[in-house]
């Protein structure tokens, strides 16, 4: 599958896309996202890259079961900052919250 093609599972899933729109979304996790990427706007190196200091900081905005949920992470097995946020989101965010979300606004 072409890296621009996404399958209909894709667009159920949470995402970065999610975090950095104007309005507010249900869940603590797309805030923690949000706020964290605000402040890691505020740093700007040289020759490095938004990714590495996302990378390089997020470990430092967890705490407790979210600090420990990022330390069972397998060694090695995120390589960018997509996959960071997305196994962030599935984990503290997961598509059952984002299914009940939308059952809930089309109710409305």
Known sequence: MACNERTLR???LPS???VQESIMRL???NQ???RFLQLCDTF???DVTDEAIHLRLFPFSL???SFSWLDS???GSIMTWDELAGKFLQKYFPISDAVQ???EIVLL
């Open 44 to 46: 700007k190196y040289n």
């Open 101 to 103: 979300i939308r059952r």
């Open 10 to 12: 894709d667009y159920a």
């Open 63 to 65: 705490i407790d079961n």
């Open 32 to 34: 923690h996202l949000k």
């Open 16 to 18: 970065l896309d999610m």
């Open 27 to 29: 869940g603590h996790s």
């Open 73 to 75: 992470q397998a060694l």
